[in-house]
């Protein structure tokens, strides 16, 4: 039945009249789009399809193609997108075959064309195939960077990625760098130029390390001048401090000291260029921690400077540049600075809740992905963090209640296992007279990982231990979702 339908209405968008092939276009689109029916089995016969009708006369009729094309795409995970890379190529070449050689494919010449169904593809292949493409770079990288003026956002983060991707097998990446760097500096369009200056970003991360000095010094002025790092509207000024903040690593080693010290740490007075530079400064140590954090006296100076700024942006940046920071000690097997412990924690008192909302997230990420224990350099952190979160799940602010409750599941690791239900329920529905300790007895007791959560408690002081007891035992009784993994890094388009 699927195929019928499927030839049926391609036929007829071939032969038809006007009225019918454009009638047959929606037809097409709408099931592609909405059908609930198996798709697997035709879709390179649909590529190959609706890859022709972009030759086709009728402007409403590429149009459905192109709505039809993007839909087929997002139904398809990555590597089902590789296996029918070469579909999509044998389909353009055929569409094309009968255009003259000056020609364009009408398809491809609309004002908002979306351009998403094939640079996620090819985004899929860049990133799966590797080395295999490297016959392909001259054509991949011009279509990618045209992409980046494109004036749909979603192609132009896709183009993005796929830049930063195809990075990766450059032998040579300098020109590539290079004419990034100049075309972010040319353009006019605030949206195109922070498309730009991620894109920039995504190459230097992705292979910074095929940059050689000359490009990186080239690089360094355009990012640390006020007319970027303190512009007046963000974006551009956050992409543009990032980018400065992935540069760093890339700088030779005379002047990476000389660069942190004057366009990151340094104090500045306007509040727009202390933004610039506080942005820069979390996102190298997100991204470069053994590189900045080298005078450690100096960088933790100036993180508590952030965290006591009377801005809120400025605030919340110092939240972020020290969970990185944390996150980095942690890893490595050193204790973080008590001054900077001290000052993380009392943030959720702060008079700004999106400063305690941002705390309570650095913590997830914290108890995700930092290896939390309650032995060693970490413990110290428990046992000042878990008070501070424990506060958080009784702030009037539902976000912030929220986020606190879900960085107590994620610094305790409190599982969603069979064990654990079968306890609680019973301990809900028959309302055993049991204290608070006591049902934390029975759940640690049947739980697998208890090791952590008996250490947390004995890690507290008794009010603290019987608060924490509270909480943990009123946020498990609740089916409360852990929350995605989200960046703390706002830089980051989406």
């Not at 195809?166 to 195109?192: C, G, Q, W, Y």
Request: aromatic share 4%.
């Amino acid at each position: 039945m699927c195929r019928s339908i499927i030839d049926t209405l391609l036929e007829t968008i071939r032969s038809g009249t006007a009225a019918r092939q454009r009638a047959a276009a929606v037809l097409l689109c709408a099931y592609v789009s909405h059908s609930r029916a198996e798709l697997a089995p035709h879709v390179a016969q649909l590529i190959r399809g609706l890859v022709l009708l972009l030759a086709a006369a009728e402007r409403d009729v590429q149009l459905m193609a192109w709505e039809a094309l993007a839909a087929l795409t997002k139904s398809l995970d990555p590597e089902r997108q590789i296996a029918h890379v070469s579909d999509v190529r044998q389909a353009v070449r055929y569409a094309a075959a009968d255009l003259k050689p000056d020609q364009l494919l009408p398809g491809f010449c609309l004002p908002k064309v979306r351009l998403s169904p094939f640079l996620a593809a090819s985004q899929s292949g860049a990133s799966s195939v590797g080395v295999m493409l490297k016959q392909f770079l001259p054509q991949l990288q011009t279509t990618f960077l045209k992409a980046l003026n494109d004036p749909n956002r979603p192609v132009r983060i896709k183009a993005c990625l796929a830049l930063s991707q195809l990075v990766v097998i450059h032998s040579r990446a300098d020109p590539l760098f290079l004419e990034m760097h100049n075309t972010m500096k040319n353009v006019e369009d605030p949206l195109i130029k922070e498309t730009m200056l991620q894109a920039l970003r995504g190459v230097i991360s992705a292979g910074g390390d095929k940059m050689t000095a000359t490009t990186a010094l080239a690089i360094l002025p355009t990012l640390s001048s006020p007319a970027l790092l303190a512009h007046p509207e963000d974006p551009p000024r956050s992409q543009a401090a990032g980018c400065l903040g992935a540069l760093l690593h890339c700088l030779p080693a005379a002047q990476q000291d000389a660069a942190l010290a004057h366009h990151v740490l340094a104090p500045s007075e306007p509040e727009l260029l202390a933004h610039g530079r506080s942005t820069a400064l979390f996102v190298a140590l997100k991204e470069t921690p053994q590189i900045v954090y080298k005078d450690e006296e100096k960088v933790d100076k100036a993180l508590l400077a952030l965290l006591a700024s009377d801005k809120v942006s400025i605030a919340c940046n110092g939240i972020r540049a020290m969970g990185y920071l944390m996150r980095h000690l942690l890893k490595e097997g050193r204790p973080v600075p008590p001054a900077i412990l001290s000052q993380f924690v009392r943030s959720m008192n702060h008079p700004s809740n999106e400063v305690k909302q941002l705390m309570a997230r650095a913590a997830t990420m914290l108890g995700r992905e930092a290896e939390l224990s309650a032995s060693g350099p970490s413990a110290e952190l428990l046992r000042a963090l878990l008070p501070a979160l424990v506060n958080g799940t009784k702030e009037k602010n539902t976000y912030v209640r929220a986020n606190a409750e879900i960085a107590l599941r994620a610094v305790l690791r409190l599982p969603q296992d069979e064990q654990f239900h079968l306890v609680s329920t019973y301990y809900i529905h028959h309302q055993l007279a049991l204290s608070v300790q006591g049902f934390l007895n029975m759940f640690f007791d049947c739980n697998p990982i208890r090791a952590i959560k008996k250490q947390c408690m004995a890690l507290l002081e008794e009010g603290a231990r019987e608060a924490l007891g509270d909480v943990v035992a009123r946020v498990l009784r609740r089916n409360i979702a852990d929350g995605r993994d989200e960046d703390l890094d706002c830089t980051l388009l989406t």
